[in-house]
């Protein structure tokens, strides 16, 4: 089974993370990035699939140069091999732009029998892209999975939700995504970081997918970011002694802001 | 020497092992008194930890000596000492000597396992009588056809009460002194091996440290690694790897113990204002981060000489007394910034304090340091 993991480069949440002042966009050039955390399980859960059975693994992410880094942490889990696509143009896009080059990509890639996202990138948190891109490839779409079996031709998770777990069961091919509840994500081994050098990285522009300029970044999203308020910085917090009525005065607070 | 891209990777992934694996049961493992080695060693053995520096052909990584320093490092940023020192124990310190001077047959047999975390195992040197002084070493093995016959204590063993074999230091004819040793694979299981006891100790409590006892253990004189009768020269090697380990680790735990310190001095509010508002608390944090960076420079020199195949004995010696006294400076300083909290055994800094004492006294005293530099500076010693 040819699996294509789709996978973001985004900001490292451990760092001090903000937005571009010229545009409103997510600041990419002054903060660390990595493979985001959340799409680790897909990967995770890609590898533990091809493991079981045959095929090969194909991460896929679209961004700056230094999103090569989030395919080389894939790799050095154990993918097989990495498509990079990288174009100055695609600089602000939206999730419909997103999915359009994703999409393509995929088309460029071959196809797959199963396409695995993450639930939502830890940047934008939107998990609107694996369902814009299931549509876009007409795939049936299969969400927020925190487990997930392959027999034959067919694939079936689960979906956890607040009042009850559902059963779902898509034909091949198809795209689900996969929550952080569905595997613990290996780290990457020694073996895998000295094989991850030698393994097949594809670098494409949106010209190697057929797709205009004039179709993604700032200029084509449906949305834009008019204004950005940076968060105030947290009060410091209000230290009660407990003289007895600890728990009544712990209440009180409670009730005063809502909570109970 | 500089790290590579690779360093750092495999550095993340070590962090990433200590974080998920063993941070979350650090309190548990601690109170115990040991941690489950059998189960943990198979996942340090999965990103490669335990056999980064041997030969691929027995499971190992084939790496050079750069990424112990790095592994090391990382493991010495644990919240519980004591499996950062299991581990070390297992890879540094009870293998090179088979890695460098056993058999094929014996490393299939031992080193194998032992690097793919299926076995546990221990370096059985030290005795009641005899710490640092390897010269009086009295447990003695004596030969009965192609058996050695072993009786005799050792004590302070990492791992004592979980090892499926230990790396044995025995008497092997009447020559005495530093002469008529030899190492020998002695497994846990023959008859007459047994642990006496485990032992209370100040520090590393999730480690089972015990002591052993041999009696009249019989073993293959084909577990014999290397040479009959040169065990005591192969074994001061197998201790300059220990002391790398020692050091390279201090400077994870120095790291990690100045960032937490550095972070609380921020939030500390004292007199109207941060702790770090306080140019005595922060100058010495300064100066003690100062001393780790000399040590990690020091430490890449001699993983350096280490690899290009030098006598290391000298460099090797300074960065093990140098970590010593430096990791607990820094752990006494750490508490003390953290005042009455951090005489709290719920907090950090008691643990860390009571686990870095062993600093100056495991793997060569800081005397035996001493005494070391002191005759390869030519003074009598």
């Known amino acids: 089974?040819?699996?294509?993991?789709?996978?973001?480069?985004?900001?490292?949440?451990?760092?001090?993370?903000?937005?571009?002042?010229?545009?409103?966009?997510?600041?990419?050039?002054?903060?660390?990035?990595?493979?985001?955390?959340?799409?680790?399980?897909?990967?995770?859960?890609?590898?533990?699939?091809?493991?079981?059975?045959?095929?090969?693994?194909?991460?896929?992410?679209?961004?700056?140069?230094?999103?090569?880094?989030?395919?080389?942490?894939a790799l050095q889990m154990g993918a097989d091999k990495g498509v990079h696509v990288s174009d100055a143009a695609i600089s602000?896009?939206?999730?419909?732009?997103?999915?359009?080059?994703?999409?393509?990509?995929?088309?460029?890639?071959?196809?797959?029998?199963?396409?695995?996202?993450?639930?939502?990138?830890t940047d934008g948190s939107m998990s609107v892209v694996p369902a814009m891109l299931a549509e876009r490839l007409g795939l049936p779409q299969v969400t927020f999975a925190s487990e997930l079996t392959v027999d034959g031709d067919t694939v079936t998770i689960r979906r956890d939700g607040d009042a009850a777990s559902e059963t779902i069961t898509a034909s091949l091919p198809a795209l689900v995504s996969v929550t952080d509840q569905i595997n613990e994500p290996r780290y990457p081994s020694f073996k895998g970081i000295m094989a991850a050098k030698k393994k097949p990285v594809e670098r494409w522009s949106l010209a190697d997918l057929g797709i205009d300029s004039s179709q993604v970044g700032l200029?084509?999203?449906?949305?834009?970011?008019?204004?950005v308020t940076k968060r105030p910085p947290r009060q410091q917090g209000t230290i009660v002694p407990d003289e007895g009525d600890g728990g009544a005065r712990l209440a009180e607070f409670l009730a005063s802001q809502k909570f109970i | 020497m500089?790290?590579?891209?690779?360093?750092?990777?495999?550095?993340?992934?070590?962090?990433?092992?200590?974080?998920?694996?063993?941070?979350?049961?650090?309190?548990?493992?601690?109170?115990?008194?040991?941690?489950?080695?059998?189960?943990?060693?198979?996942?340090?053995?999965?990103?490669?930890?335990?056999?980064?520096?041997?030969?691929?052909?027995?499971?190992?990584?084939g790496a050079d000596h750069s990424y112990q320093l790095v592994a090391a490092e990382e493991l010495g940023r644990m919240d519980s000492a004591g499996v950062g020192m299991a581990i070390g124990v297992q890879s540094m310190m009870a293998t090179p000597s088979l890695h460098r001077f056993g058999t094929p047959e014996q490393k299939r047999e031992f080193l194998a396992p032992a690097i793919a975390g299926e076995s546990v195992t221990s370096i059985a040197v030290t005795e009641p009588d005899t710490g640092s002084d390897v010269s009086r070493l009295r447990t003695r093995a004596v030969r009965d056809g192609d058996d050695w016959v072993i009786t005799g204590r050792k004590m302070y063993i990492t791992n004592g009460t979980q090892a499926d074999w230990v790396c044995l230091l025995a008497r092997t004819s009447d020559e005495g002194g530093h002469k008529g040793m030899s190492q020998i694979i002695v497994p846990t299981d023959r008859p007459g091996f047994g642990v006496s006891r485990t032992l209370d100790k100040l520090g590393n409590r999730s480690s089972d440290t015990a002591e052993l006892v041999l009696d009249e253990v019989r073993v293959p004189v084909a577990n014999t690694i290397g040479e009959i009768g040169r065990g005591f020269q192969q074994q001061m090697e197998q201790f300059i790897i220990e002391r790398m380990f020692a050091a390279y680790s201090t400077v994870g735990?120095?790291?990690?113990?100045?960032?937490?310190?550095?972070?609380?001095?921020?939030e500390r509010s004292v007199f109207g204002g941060p702790l770090a508002s306080k140019q005595y608390v922060t100058f010495r944090l300064a100066e003690l981060q100062a001393q780790v960076e000399l040590l990690r420079s020091h430490n890449l020199a001699v993983c350096e000489a280490y690899e290009a195949g030098e006598d290391i004995t000298r460099l090797a010696s300074v960065a093990k007394l140098t970590a010593g006294r430096l990791v607990r400076e820094v752990a006494d300083t750490c508490l003390q910034f953290h005042g009455g909290m951090g005489y709290l055994e719920e907090t950090w800094t008691a643990r860390l304090y009571r686990d870095v004492r062993l600093a100056s006294i495991g793997g060569g005293a800081d005397e035996v340091m001493l005494q070391v530099l002191a005759r390869l500076d030519g003074l009598p010693a």
């Open chain 1, 1 to 73: 089974m040819n699996i294509v993991v789709c996978v973001k480069y985004v900001p490292d949440a451990q760092s001090e993370r903000g937005f571009d002042a010229s545009d409103n966009t997510t600041d990419r050039e002054n903060v660390d990035g990595l493979l985001s955390e959340l799409d680790e399980y897909a990967v995770e859960e890609a590898l533990k699939l091809v493991e079981a059975g045959e095929g090969e693994v194909t991460v896929l992410t679209i961004g700056p140069e230094q999103a090569a880094d989030a395919v080389k942490k």
């Open chain 1, 92 to 121: 602000g896009s939206d999730a419909p732009a997103t999915s359009l080059v994703l999409a393509e990509a995929i088309r460029k890639i071959g196809g797959a029998d199963l396409v695995l996202t993450g639930m939502a990138s």
């Open chain 1, 219 to 227: 200029g084509a999203a449906w949305t834009k970011v008019e204004d």
């Open chain 2, 2 to 61: 500089r790290l590579t891209e690779d360093h750092h990777a495999f550095r993340a992934s070590v962090r990433r092992f200590v974080d998920v694996e063993v941070n979350p049961h650090a309190d548990e493992w601690e109170a115990a008194g040991r941690f489950p080695a059998h189960e943990l060693f198979p996942k340090a053995a999965a990103i490669g930890l335990l056999g980064l520096e041997y030969d691929p052909e027995y499971g190992g990584e």
């Open chain 2, 253 to 266: 735990t120095c790291d990690k113990a100045l960032e937490r310190t550095r972070a609380f001095v921020h």
